[in-house]
Every structure is written in structure tokens, then in C-alpha cells.
């Protein structure tokens, strides 16, 4: 097979323009070992890629075929007249990074084994090579976490063929996106000290170029322009890198994705799907120095449209690579080398069209239409809807936000060993007779790419990024970020007209962007973005508050504090509150001093039947719930009862028997007094009424990652909106507690409300858990069992009932 498979190339290498110059040249400089190079190099790429399918096989075929193509479109880029002037080693170097630059997309078998045992519960590695494997495809995955719990999901659910299937397009995910530097390191492996013109070794070169063609182009003129590799022969790197890189982008036909394999193949992965459709509508093309023009008759506007995608990316190639080659000609002129190239602006699309009936109708009207937000009137409808509704709301993601950056940084600083303190600052004065709120922290900062990416980007989170997962994954950090949603800033023009913002990126340990300064005149404002004086990294947002719309106008200095401390109930690090006279500061230690007589009703007082029970919840590092619990229980001579009457009473007026009654009952988060009265009414009739009302009723104060959720756990029925969390439990209990360390749940938009899902339901269990585990330890044996006997047969929540049967007295 080998040898049928070096006799393939051998045929099809001499039909190549760019292999017969080259051809000639050895002949007459007598490099015949040059030719030998090339055929040993096309051989073993042609036979390594066969192996590609094997792992990406839904995606376009970077095949030893998808090679020979790429040899062809340089010819027809570089045009004949210019492939003669081309040098040897020019030559050369653009033959064999055809053949390599996709070397990196067939990894060894052993590479993928190490990988799959992300997935195994204890892996074992035969060598610190196998173990570096997984390191790194362990990072990849931790990037991206949500396909993982996916995976998870399905294996819980016993779809194994599923899982497989997403286990194998992140593997082919990773391959993708990783293959230019695996590139490298192959060539480096395989072929060090083999690629030679003369006497000089041009590996390193050649390993630059097959990975410049996946990075960003304007690198390529980083590349030597005259490299000497030999008596009075040079090379023109960033000549064949461009030339490699469009030839390889504009492998763009049917013959990549020929249709008997795509019919027998179950193409389900989104972006091979698209690549699929695309590649498969193109009938033929005409590519030449001077004009690229494709062909294509299609039956669907979703494949019309991604092959006007697809050239909307081409354009923007050729237009980076137009200034290279621009800079390229000017270099030739300037060492009097006879080489002008030349290659086309743009794609002409006049033949991309809609394929017509047998009656010459097309099968569709094809429209670049589809939906596009307006920006204006969908902030005004979020605002409109009460998104956001209290305006207070403003403050808490501002903090939310620098929290994230604090911790961030604190992760950072400790990988480069250095001490950090994180610290923000709140901050409310007047100036030039206007109120402003200011936040001030020394997290991480923003840099101008930040700023473009995300920040300035609504409903693009830095935090819900690969970007933040990645650098997570780097830094090892073991915090949940707040900010998620990447809408939190519209927030602050309920308040204010202006925002302010001065800001500094931390890079490395003694490395920091330039610092700048942002201000935003309104959510339709241009930013205008000047040089900042700040010579420390963080971020400081000024909010210069409008009159008519400042909570924070008629409170007090001590109700301002009082104000923030309930916005952050559970600072992870050190918070300092400014306001005009007054200034305090509160710290992880500060949620310890909140008391659970906060939530707890004004007129409550002792009851002889009510047993109250108050005990904390101190467990950051395993369970993620810190804070304090009260519970209440009905007794009857000191045993727990589900119902106890009091009083019964039979009274004779007018010769008519009334009962009067008294009694108290377990129910669903609270504990219900029932009795009956008589009394007289307007028209002096005797009448008896029943009465109804809780003595004590269930009630949270609920903060996550030491930001406030200001919303009960224990809402009424009726005031329940969809899928916002209601525990509804056969206990009262009063909870103040935060959820921390590693737990996390879902919030609504607003981040105002805890909504329904696996995290919450996990979180409930756990925390029925802890709550009866101490109410356990609290009492004896027996009254524990007839207590839990009540709880059980009352009980409707499964996650409450799972809690509970976990307690073992």
C-alpha cells in the first residue's frame, strides 16, 4: 500500500508547475537531493493524512487530496510567469508547507488515548509524555464547561452513544484548533536536520511558515524577507506564507467533501454540518493572480448564505494579504529583484446563485435577510419589562463585577507567587455640585481588546468566555464569577447619564497595558476613550447620578452604608464604604456579626409548645453553604406533634351551645394558629368565626458568592413567576446564608431571583440535609425518629425527602 501510495504522488507531483521549476533549477545547480527532499516529504504527508478521517471525519477532509489542491491554487496564485523567477529554496518551502501545513491535524494514537482519559475517574499515565497529553486537553476541556456537564449528563442518563459522540467533537474540536502547533512540533520530530537546501537547514523556516498560516496574518511579515541559504540564493518568507495561507483557505469545492462519503456519514456536528452544505454547492471556480470567481447553483438560502460567509472571509484574507504582498513588492524593488506579485481584492460572487426548477423558476428568493436587534428600543423594552427594576441594582453588579476582578487577579498573583491584597472601594460624594457614586477596585482591569470584546459588547460576558475559562483553567482558580450575563452595565443608566471609567490590564507579574480612560455620555453614545493616568492595574467607574432618578438621594450617611453592607452581606475580602462624612469597611469576618433576629418576625415571643432550634452552617469547602438557621417545631409535652389543640370550650348563650377552639398545626414553611370566636354583629345577631394566621412563617435572607439575591426562597404561591425557585418544605425555618466556594446557581437576567435547575435542585438537597442533620444532633433519638416521621409523611419536595433520609442517628 506504501509504495502504491509513493507512486500516486510521484504521478501527480510531476504534473505540478511549481515541482517541474523546481525540477529544472536542481538540474542545472546540481541540488538533485533537493528532489529526493521533496518526494521523501509529499510521500510521508500523503500517507500520515490518510489517518485524519479517523478522528475528524465530520468535518471537512484535510486529506493528501485537500494537499495536491493546495499545491495547484499556489500555482495559480503565484502565475507561471512568476514561478519561474521563484528561487530554489522558494520553491521548496512552498512545496513542502503544501504537504506539511496540516500535518498537526493527524495526531499519534497515543496522543488521542491520553486525552480520552480526561473522562476516565482515575486516570494512569505509563510516562510524564502521556501525562503532559492529558494536561493540556485537560485545560481545553476545562474552557468549556458546559459540553462537559453535557456529557455528564448524558452518561448519567445512561446515553453512552451520545456521550461518545460529544467526547469525539471536542477531540476533533482540539485537533482543529491546536494542529499549527502540533505541526511544529511533528516537523521538529520527524524531519530536523532532514530539510536542507545545500547546506543549509531551513526546518525551523519551514515549521514557522505551516504555522503562521493559522495565525494572524500580519505576523507573517515577521518572517525573514531575505534569507541567505546559500551562495546568491535567497527565500522570501513571508512571500510563501501569504501564498500558503490563501491557498489553503481557498480550498473551497466539492471534491473536499465528495457526496458518497457525505451520504454515509451522520453529520450532526453544527460546524461540520455548515462546512459540509457549503463545500458541497460549489460547482467550479476560476482562480487566478487576478481574479477569484466561484461557481455554485444553490438549494437552500442557509448554504447560500454560509458560502457568502465563507467569501465574506476570504475578502477580508485577501485584503490583509494584498498590504503584505504590497510590502513584499516594495521589499523586491528595493533589492532589484525582477518579482511583482499580484493577487485579486475580493471574490467576485456573480455566479453564487439560486438553482431553478426543470421550468427555470428558482427554488427559493435569496435575501441576506435575517434578524437584527435594535439596539435603542431593545434596552428600552429590558428597562420597560422591570429587568432590572430597582434601581439600587446599579450598585450591586458594579460591585459584582469588581469582585470577579479581584478574584481573578488573587489567582493570578498566587501563580506568580506574589502577595496581593484585594480591596474595593464604594464610594459616594459630590462633585462640581452633582451626586456621584464611584466603585473602585484593584482587580484585574481592562485593556482596549476587553474593552472591545466584551465590555463594550452587551450580552457578551468576559466571564462566560473560553477566554476567562482557559485563563481559569491556567491560574487554577476556584471561584464561580457573579458576572455572567455581560448586561449588567445597562444597569447604571437607570441612574445616571454618565459613566466614567478608568481602567488598567494586568498582564504579568511586573506587566500592566497602557492605561485609559472611558466615557460613555448614554447607552447610544460613541465611547470616547483617551489616555488614562492610572498607574496601578484596576478599574474605577464613576457614575455621575441623575437628580430624579437617585436612590441614594434622601438616605442618610449610616442608611448608605447600611445600604451597600445589604448589597455584599458576605464580602469575600476587604470593602470600604465612603460616604460624605462617614466611613466604614466590612470584610469576610462581617457576615458572622448578621443576626438572625434580621429576618425574624418583630412580635415574635417564646411559645410553650413552639420549640426554636438556632444553629449555623459553616462549611465553605464542602458543601458551599455558610450562615445561620433558625427552626421552629410544634410540641406537645415536649414530643413533636404535627397538630396540638388547646383549647376546647363549649359556651351556652340564649340556650345555643358555641365551641371555641384553639389549636396549632405543622404546614408548608410555616406554623398555622386556628380558632374560633363569637362575637356580635351590626344587627345584634351572635355569630362564630373561625380565624386563621401564622404564628411564625418561613423566611430567607439568600446571598451568592457574597452578593445579595433579593429575593425570598419561601414566596407566596401566587406571587411565583416561571421557573423562579419556591422551597416549599414541612418545616419553618429562617435562613440567612450565603452560597459560596465551589456551589453556584442559576439567577434570572436580573440576577434577582434563584430559577430552577440541576444546580438548584443539588443545592436543595443539601441543604435539607444540613438543616435536619443539625436539628438531629440537637435533640434525642426518640424525638428524632417521630419527628422525622411527621416530616416524611408531610413532606412534597423530593430533594427535601432525599436530604432527610441521608441523616443516620
Known sequence: MQDDWREETKLRLKNSALYQALVSKCRSEDTDHVVVLVDDVCHYSYQKTKTILRYMGEFTLHDGDHLFRVLGLME??????????????????????????????????????????????????????????????????????????????????????????????????????????????????????????????????????????????????????????????????????????????????????????????????????????????????????????????????????????????????????????????????????????????????????????????????????????????????????????????????????????????????????????????????????????????????????????????????????????????????????????????????????????????????????????????????????????????GTSTKLVLRKNKNPWDRMTDEEFINSVVNVVPNPPFKIIIQSNSKVESRDENSFKDIKVDSIEDDDWQEHENIRRIEFTIDDKDNIGIVGLVVVYLLEDQGKPVEQIELLTKKVIIDEKSYELKKSYSMGSNDIDMHSTSIGVNSENEIKQTSNYRSVVESKSRLSLHGIEIPTTLFPDSWRVQKNQVRIEWPLTVLLVIDVCGIRDLDLNSSRTQVIYSDKWYEFEEQLAFAICNAIASSVGSSYWNSLKGILLKNAKSKQFISGLERVNR
Open 76 to 537: 495559480k496564485l503565484i502565475s507561471e510567469e512568476n514561478i519561474v523567477k521563484l528561487s530554489t529554496p522558494e520553491l521548496l518551502l512552498l512545496i513542502l508547507s503544501a504537504f506539511l501545513h496540516d500535518i498537526g491535524m493527524a495526531p499519534d494514537e497515543k496522543h488521542v488515548i491520553s486525552w480520552r482519559k480526561v473522562w476516565d475517574v482515575n486516570p494512569k499515565f505509563e510516562n510524564d509524555c502521556e501525562e503532559k497529553e492529558y494536561s493540556q486537553f485537560k485545560r481545553f476541556t476545562l474552557a468549556r464547561p458546559d459540553r462537559m456537564e453535557t456529557v455528564e449528563e448524558l452518561v448519567g442518563q445512561g446515553d453512552y452513544s451520545k456521550a461518545d459522540l460529544l467526547k469525539g467533537y471536542l477531540i476533533s474540536d482540539y485537533i482543529r484548533e491546536t494542529h499549527s502547533f502540533r505541526s511544529k512540533e511533528i516537523i521538529a520530530r520527524d524531519w530536523a536536520g532532514k530539510i536542507k537546501y545545500k547546506d543549509t537547514d531551513l526546518t525551523w523556516e519551514i515549521s514557522e511558515i505551516c504555522f503562521s498560516h493559522n495565525e494572524n496574518a500580519l505576523s507573517l511579515l515577521e518572517l525573514d524577507r531575505w534569507l541567505l541559504c546559500g551562495q546568491g540564493a535567497y527565500a522570501c518568507l513571508p512571500l510563501v506564507a501569504v501564498i500558503l495561507r490563501l491557498a489553503d483557505i481557498l480550498d473551497f469545492d466539492a471534491k473536499r467533501t465528495p457526496a458518497v462519503l457525505y451520504s454515509h456519514l451522520a453529520v450532526k456536528h453544527p460546524v461540520s454540518l455548515e462546512e459540509w452544505n457549503k463545500h458541497r454547492a460549489i460547482e467550479s471556480w476560476l482562480i487566478s493572480n487576478t481574479c477569484i470567481q466561484f461557481h455554485a447553483k444553490c438549494t437552500h438560502p442557509a448554504i447560500e448564505a454560509s458560502i457568502h460567509a465563507f467569501c465574506n472571509v476570504i475578502d477580508f484574507e485577501l485584503s490583509v494579504s494584498n498590504n503584505i504582498v504590497s510590502t513584499i513588492n516594495e521589499f523586491h524593488r528595493g533589492v532589484h529583484r525582477d518579482l511583482m506579485m499580484q493577487i485579486p481584492f475580493s471574490v467576485d460572487r456573480t455566479k453564487i446563485t439560486t438553482k431553478k426548477d426543470i421550468y427555470g423558476k428558482p427554488l427559493y428568493l435569496y435575501r441576506d435577510t435575517q434578524f437584527n436587534l435594535s439596539k435603542s428600543q431593545v434596552i428600552d423594552l429590558l428597562m420597560g419589562t422591570k429587568l432590572y427594576g430597582d434601581p439600587e441594582v446599579a450598585l450591586r453588579e458594579l460591585i459584582q463585577n469588581s469582585i470577579d476582578a479581584c478574584l481573578l487577579r488573587q489567582a493570578l498573583e498566587k501563580r506568580w507567587g506574589n502577595f496581593y491584597s484585594p480591596e474595593i472601594i464604594v464610594k459616594y460624594s459630590e462633585e462640581e455640585h452633582q451626586d456621584v457614586l464611584e466603585v473602585i477596585d484593584n482587580g484585574t482591569g481592562m485593556d482596549q481588546d476587553i474593552i472591545d470584546r466584551y465590555y463594550s459588547r452587551v450580552g457578551s460576558s468576559f466571564y462566560k468566555s473560553s477566554d476567562f475559562y482557559d485563563l481559569k483553567a491556567e491560574t487554577k482558580a476556584d471561584f464561580n464569577p457573579t458576572s455572567r450575563f455581560g448586561i449588567g452595565i445597562l444597569s447604571c443608566f437607570m441612574v445616571s447619564d454618565t459613566l466614567i471609567v478608568d481602567t488598567r490590564r494586568i498582564y504579568g507579574p511586573h506587566d500592566s497595558s497602557e492605561p485609559i480612560s472611558l466615557t460613555v455620555e448614554g447607552q447610544e453614545s460613541i465611547f470616547l476613550i483617551k489616555k488614562g493616568e492610572r498607574r496601578t492595574p
